[in-house]
């Protein structure tokens, strides 16, 4: 009942939302968990995190919970409407079902996104801080560089290299990082900058610290925040991307269950049955509205000047 | 753009000794030429890295080893990497970017031949993005956090989470087949092809021209969806920034002066706050456009619209590498172009720009 032992033993929320942080990590948890909160009161930010939590869910579980075999097919059951046949979003033109596909090919979009969510920010953040930091001709060659890449159509530039490359997921990935990256060098050298002149790394460097661990270790954990946010904003656009070029054939190829190629495979059929093409896009819409929607939210937490409240 | 403080320096000190506008065009043209370069040059590497042997697509299998060399130094493969590159860089300034695979002929014709169509396309898409998306910016920013808000916010939201190649294919099932309101793919139906002269190459100017309604009205029915959708993606991109940039405006003291002095809200809003923004709105436009033009790749695919993005995704499942990458040096230019010239009228509309 004393006041020491309320000291001693505080609940993990009055931990967290501390107004005197006496360590750290209590600290750092603590401005996680305020994040956290302002998150949590915007029900559109949440509405997509629960989203892309169960696609996760659905890509993690995919060989239990698809009701069919994917790639199992069966002709004389071929282009079954949605609820026939015991298949609920119905059957491609090779009597498989879609349902499974799209499960299935969760995995796909789940993993051409995660990397380019990775690759790409990797790319612009090392661009971005050595030119920031660096400066003189090495900032100026970099950011031409890095300005020539944007000044590229983004999806046409992905086309020329997969084209160059040869179809396919790895490939798919790459151009997209490829056609990805400038804009985070960009960020990362904006944060660089403002940095750059601080107290802390004129002491850093006092101490004998050289541009390499100035860099590593007291400017990237800077820049990661808007980088993250970011990120989440580009990953509808990834997403888009990755499909489009599935849709032309030159992502993943059959009879990979991915979706963009699903709607291509679903595309003659379209006048006679809808659903084959159909199921597959709501499945690209509803993921994408879902990272715009976590982005956005994000933005608004992280970022408050950004977001035009 | 972010500017540090010793570079703002910098410019302050070169524009007291230089005239800042021949300061200006010397930058923005430098700046351009070496883009242009670095274009190419990635346009060149792409065309370099690709499997497909260009000596044996020329000469075929079952050349003989002297054949093969002979036409290997024809295309200069024999010379040095860097050299390669200035004989491409000289053959795109004269236009010489091949010979098409596909159609035998050389791939500039082509480009001219197919550029007006996505030309037509882009621009419709954008006159009626720009034409409902402005309004509808507006009307958020005035009525911001009402229920015209939220709408304008989730139509912005959709547009930018839909796959194009989707809801295009979506729009001809409910459109074209079941409701019968429009034509189907292509620019005309079979029977009006070729009636007018080509001018323009854009068939809804052509067919005015030659004073032809019933070839118009045709064009009209067949572009009004895929512009449709083309316009709703620019009207998504464009009605958020005009609403940011009304939202900035409208908290100007100005706006104040001008409401106590008495003028009524629709000239307050309409007048001096959007005429305000209409510098970086132009911006932003020139930027959707471009984007409309890129855009247009899948659009065309899925409404066999034989422009320029039809024409790339047609050469590159043949393995037409002269189209595919003269068709990437002209996508690539024109967003160049349109980039630099939003650049240019910001600083020469805006004051404070300069």
Known sequence: ?????????????????????????????????????????????????????????????????????????????????????????????????????????????????????????IVGLFVGTAAGYLGGWVDVVLMRITDIFLAFPRLVLALAFVSALGAGIENAVLAIVLTAWPPYARIARAETLTIRNADYIHAIKLQGA?????????????????????????????????????????????????WGAMISAGRQFILDHWWVATMPGLAIFTVSLAFNLLGDGLRDVLDPKKSGK | MALTTDQEQRKRRRKSSFSPWIMGFGRVAFTVAITMIGLLFITFI?????????????????????????????????????????????????????ESLLTARPVLDDLIRVFPATLELATVGTIIGVGLGVPLGVIAAVKQGTWIDHIARVVALIGYSMPVFWIGLIGLLVFYGKLGWISGPGRLDIFYVD???????????????????????????????????????????????????????LDQEYITTARVKGLSEHAVVWRHALGNVKVPLITVIALSYAGLLEGSVLTETIFSWPGIGLYITTALLSADMNAVLGGTVVVGLVFVCLNIFSDLLYKFFDPRAK
């Open chain 1, 210 to 258: 050289g541009a390499l661990r100035v860099i590593t270790k007291h400017i990237w954990p800077l820049c990661i925040s808007s980088l993250v946010i970011r990120v989440t904003l580009d990953m509808a656009g990834i997403i888009l991307t990755a499909a489009g070029l599935g849709f032309l054939g030159l992502g993943a190829q059959p009879p990979s269950p991915e």
């Open chain 1, 1 to 121: 009942m004393s006041d020491i032992s309320d000291h001693k033993k505080p609940s993990l929320r009055e931990w967290l939302t501390s107004d005197a942080p006496t360590s750290r990590r209590q600290a750092k948890f603590s401005a996680y968990y305020r994040s956290w909160l302002a998150l949590r009161s915007n029900p559109m930010a949440m509405f997509g995190l629960l989203i892309l939590l169960f696609l996760l869910a659905i890509a993690a579980f995919a060989p239990i919970i698809s009701p069919h075999d994917p790639f199992a097919q069966d002709l004389a059951l071929r282009l079954s409407a949605p609820g026939e046949n015991n298949y609920i979003l119905g059957s491609d033109s090779l009597g498989r079902d879609i349902l499974s596909r799209l499960i299935y090919g969760s995995r796909i979009t789940l993993y051409i996104v995660a990397l380019v969510a990775l690759m790409a920010p």
């Open chain 2, 195 to 249: 009636i007018i002269p080509t001018v323009t190459g854009m068939i809804l100017i052509d067919s005015l021209l030659a004073g032809d309604t019933s070839v118009f009205w045709n064009a009209v029915s067949h572009i009004i969806l895929p512009a449709g959708l083309l316009a709703y993606y620019s009207l998504a991109y464009i009605s958020r920034m005009t609403r940011s940039f009304m939202l900035e405006q």
């Open chain 2, 46 to 98: 792409i065309g370099r890295v690709m499997p497909i042997d260009p000596v044996l697509s020329i000469v075929g299998e079952s050349a003989s080893k002297s054949t093969y060399d002979e036409a290997y130094r024809q295309l200069g493969l024999d010379k040095p990497i860097i050299v390669q590159f200035f004989i491409f860089l000289w053959d795109v300034v004269r236009g010489d970017f091949g």
